[in-house]
Nanobody
Framework: QVQLVESGGGLVQPGDSLRLSCAAS????????MAWFRQGPEKERESLAR????????TYADAVKGRFTISRDITKNTLYLQMNSLKPEDTAVYYC????????????WGQGTQVTVSS
């Protein structure tokens, strides 16, 4: 059984940093394309970043490029999202996803962690 458990969300001020974690079990993150998404209030789910299976290639959405960094620790089977220079518009529920099946579709999703950026 595959499980993805996000953690690290919280309430921060504009300009702050936060690191999200996604602990995976039941699959090996090194051999699966992994991703981070978010869904803000009354917004559609948005793809943020991906790290490609079997290598270190990464892609980012324009909205977070240069501020967010996706990475993984194979020894811990854990995916990370380092978020810097946070803005109020980054407020959303953040989800990790595993095993790309096409476009923005992934086979497995975590339950999400709330990030709120507010002064």
């Amino acid at each position: 059984q595959v499980q993805l458990v996000e953690s690290g969300g919280g309430l921060v001020q504009p300009g702050d940093s936060l690191r999200l974690s996604c602990a995976a079990s039941g699959l090996t993150i090194a051999t699966n394309t992994m991703a981070w998404f978010r869904q803000g209030p009354e917004k559609e789910r948005e793809s943020l970043a991906r790290i490609i299976a079997g290598g270190d290639a990464t892609t980012y959405a324009d909205a977070v490029k240069g501020r967010f960094t996706i990475s993984r620790d194979i020894t811990k089977n854990t995916l990370y999202l380092q978020m810097n220079s946070l803005k109020p518009e980054d407020t959303a529920v953040y989800y990790c996803a595993a095993q790309w099946v096409g476009y923005n579709q992934f086979a497995y999703w975590g339950q999400g962690t709330q990030v709120t950026v507010s002064s």
